[in-house]
């Protein structure tokens, strides 16, 4: 079975631009869970979402979005890119209800100048 | 926000020794999750617990569920160069979500 998947692998953007990172999960896996993760502050939950809808929110402002289709994949989307954003944007699968086990991506390095 | 206290920070170690670190949380947590992450790679999952005082095994590595739901450990025995990487705990509420530990830095000598 083939892992979870997210692309692109490496991002470099401006300040100010806006950026759509991607994530397919494993087959048969409903929901999908976006992460951050930096070295000062390490892995913070973003969002997750199950079936199309938002199932659980971080403590992200509003310019942290995401969305997922009707397959399960999920994108997520930053505008108004700030410095801080750099960071390795991670995606995780599970089946969503029942088992719970999350298994991540290799993530999207994404770097801010 | 919520947070996992998670140590040793980092540990540096001779090749054939015992690893031991933990989780501790002042949230109560429905599954406690293991995972390793090597550079440049997504976490790994090692072991998932869903029972409190459950003590879970995954070959060299030993997981328990605390007793009062805020707390984890993992064991690794007889270390190998192959486990050199950054360790996180997670703790999951009911609702999914999940927190994670600072992590602890595993070094380990041939």
């Known amino acids: 079975k083939a892992g979870v998947t997210q692309t692109p692998r490496y991002l470099i953007k401006t300040r100010g631009q806006q950026v759509t990172l991607s994530c397919s999960p494993i087959s048969g896996h409903r929901s999908v869970s976006w992460y951050q993760q930096t070295p000062g502050q390490g892995l913070q939950f973003l969002f997750e979402?199950?079936?199309?809808?938002?199932?659980n929110k971080g403590n992200f402002p509003g310019r942290f979005s995401g969305r997922q289709f009707s397959n399960s994949r999920s994108e997520m989307n930053v505008s108004t890119l700030e410095l801080g954003d750099s960071a390795l944007y991670l995606c995780?699968?599970?089946?969503?209800?029942?088992?719970?086990?999350?298994?991540f991506g290799p993530g999207t390095r994404l770097t801010v100048t | 926000g919520q947070q996992l206290n998670q140590s040793p920070q980092s540990m540096f170690i001779q090749e054939g020794e015992d690893v031991s670190m933990n989780c501790t949380s002042s949230?109560?947590?429905?599954?406690w999750l293991w995972y390793k992450q090597e550079p440049g790679e997504g976490p790994v999952l090692l072991i998932a617990l869903y029972k409190a005082g459950e003590l879970t095994s995954n070959g060299r590595l030993t997981a328990q569920f605390g007793i009062t739901r805020k707390d984890s450990f993992l064991n690794i025995s007889a270390s190998i160069p192959s486990d050199v990487g950054i360790y996180f705990c997670?703790?999951?509420?009911?609702?999914?979500?999940?927190?994670f530990g600072q992590g602890t830095t595993l070094q380990v000598k041939p």
């Open positions: 995780a699968s599970s089946m969503g209800q029942g088992e719970r086990e999350q298994y």
């Open positions: 997670a703790g999951q509420f009911n609702t999914g979500k999940l927190i």
């Open positions: 979402y199950f079936s199309e809808t938002q199932r």
């Open positions: 949230s109560i947590f429905n599954t």
